[in-house]
């Protein structure tokens, strides 16, 4: 005999093959959103990361420059102290030359030649004086430019008092330092 079969076979099946789209969709869907939530979370994580860096970074950099800062600040201290050092050391070693100044120019002065009035500006000498003639002005002149502790003596005026017993004098000389021995110009 022959089987008929009355079952609505087609409609079961295109429902089946339905069931496995949508499932099949549904997998891929979820999938995806998966795959999505996977990816949002990891570039997350990773911003968050980077961050962190970006974070350290920036407190070491902080650090570092009021670090930089300190040592900017000590190599100041320490500039004004060895220039404060390189001052005393000068002042210590210069301590003679002025008692050598005024004994060479007691040496220099010749009788008769006083001196009213004496300025140091650097190396420059200003010197105001009475003397009793011009001849006593040139001899001093003379042995301030002989003299190893003077040089360029320059006579800036010469007045006659009025009594007429004594003679102004204005006068600029250079101060100089006598070389050592085995010093050379």
């Known amino acids: 005999m022959a089987k008929i079969n009355l079952r609505p076979w087609r409609a079961e099946l295109r429902k089946e093959r339905q069931t496995q789209y949508l499932l099949a969709l549904g997998f891929v869907v979820g999938g995806a959103a998966f795959a999505s939530f996977s990816i949002q979370t990891f570039y997350e994580v990773s911003l968050e990361n980077q961050q962190a860096r970006n974070q350290f970074v920036q407190n070491e950099i902080q650090s570092l420059e009021s670090k930089i800062k300190e040592i900017q600040e000590l190599r100041e201290k320490r500039t004004r102290l060895l220039d404060r050092m390189k001052l005393i050391q000068e002042l210590q070693g210069n301590r003679p030359v002025i008692v050598r100044f005024f004994d060479e120019l007691a040496r220099v002065m010749p009788d008769e030649v006083y001196l009213t009035d004496l300025k140091l500006t650097g190396t420059s000498i200003s010197i105001k004086g009475r003397a009793s003639s011009n001849q006593q002005i ?11 502790w003077f040089k360029n003596p320059n006579l800036l005026s010469v007045r006659a008092e009025k009594s007429g017993e004594y003679n102004d004098f204005d006068m600029l000389l250079e101060q100089s330092k006598p070389l050592e021995e085995g010093e050379k110009e």
Do not use: I, Q, V, Y
């Not at 040139?138 to 190893?148: E, H, I, K, L, Y």
């Open 138 to 148: 040139s001899t001093f002149m003379r042995n301030c430019d002989n003299s190893p």
